[in-house]
């Protein structure tokens, strides 16, 4: 059987892609946050986490936004 003379380097490298990649963020209640969500952008405090939703304390408010909004 013949082999392509790359193809250790590339098992090699597909191989190693699990541990270059990041896993999901991981939020908890407290956490100080950021993001944009629909083109607005905020920042605040964690107060609640209902799956991929957290309930975020702004500035004389709430607002709930999906986990994929954050960016800091």
């Known amino acids: 059987m013949s082999h392509d003379p ?4 590339y098992l090699a490298a597909v191989a ?9 963020r991981v939020y ?5 946050v950021s ?3 629909a ?7 964690i ?3 209902d799956g991929d939703r957290l309930s975020i ?5 709430w607002l709930a936004v ?4 954050v960016t800091h």
């Open 6 to 9: 790359h193809q250790n380097e």
């Open 47 to 49: 107060w609640d986490i």
């Open 35 to 37: 993001g944009t969500s």
């Open 16 to 24: 190693a892609m699990p541990e270059h990649t990041p896993g999901p």
């Open 57 to 61: 304390e702004i500035d004389g408010g």
């Open 39 to 45: 083109g607005k952008r905020w920042q605040g405090r």
């Open 66 to 69: 999906s986990a994929k909004d």
């Open 28 to 32: 908890a209640i407290g956490d100080y």
